[in-house]
């Protein structure tokens, strides 16, 4: 989940703290945004229900939900919610997501292409 000043965003890893996805790789792509993380949907789901966030990056594949799952019950509570799915999987992916998302970034991909994505997005908002 990111913050700037205002702006926050959360961030579903699938991965633990360590991996290359971890927390610290979000705070160094959105810098000077707030990053809150959760290791799963579940989590995810909770924190989202507790506060309120600027950018929700989900990864596709998670243990105990899929990314567009997730993404079709934050969708629910706030139908207006930027959402970025991250996947290794994007051709399978686009045209069969259970509901619309900001954005769909394959991976592997550059730090610098998802802060680029990422402020277009923002700029719509």
Do not use: W
Request: glycine share 6%.
């Amino acid at each position: 989940m990111l913050h700037r000043g205002s702006l926050r965003s959360a961030v579903e890893l699938d991965k633990p703290a360590g991996t290359p996805f971890d927390r610290s790789f979000y705070e160094f792509v959105f810098d000077g945004h707030i990053v809150e993380t959760a290791t799963n949907g579940r989590e995810a789901l909770a924190r989202f229900e507790k506060d309120k966030f600027d950018l929700v990056i989900l990864d596709y594949e998670m243990p105990d939900i899929r990314g567009d799952e997730l993404a079709l019950l934050i969708k629910a509570l706030a139908p207006n919610q930027s959402i970025v799915i991250i996947t290794g999987y994007r051709e399978t992916v686009v045209g069969s997501l259970l509901t619309d998302v900001d954005l769909i970034l394959s991976k592997p991909f550059d730090p610098q292409a998802l802060r680029t994505a990422t402020n277009k997005i923002f700029a719509r908002a």
